[in-house]
């Protein structure tokens, strides 16, 4: 399942507001409206990616039995395979398989 990248459709207009509220006046009543306009469209933001989640999450429960969940570190499992390509790290051999 593709994620939906909710922010990088609205980057552009998010990076319009807060060049706009750079030019305000610090804690000026116009900076407070346009300082709302972009706490909107965070949210606007953050309602796309909750309900993509909710679409997601019915459609897999509807279609499958059961379903496991497993949390897994996997920045901490790969650390010590960290490395350079002309320098490898430790035990690269064995946790290529993450």
């Excluded at 804690?27 to 706490?39: A, C, G, L, P």
Aim: aromatic share 4%; net charge positive.
């Amino acid at each position: 399942i593709k994620p939906k990248n909710s922010f990088k459709a609205n980057q552009i207009k998010l990076a319009k507001l807060q060049r706009q509220l750079s030019r305000k006046v610090l804690f000026s009543q116009n900076w407070k409206k346009h300082n709302r306009k972009i706490q909107k469209l965070h949210h606007h933001i953050a309602n796309i990616r909750h309900d993509y989640l909710h679409k997601i999450t019915t459609s897999i429960s509807k279609s499958h039995a059961m379903i496991a969940c497993e949390d897994l570190k996997v920045a901490n499992m790969s650390t010590s395979a960290s490395g350079t390509t002309a320098q490898k790290g430790r035990n690269v051999k064995a946790k290529s398989g993450l």
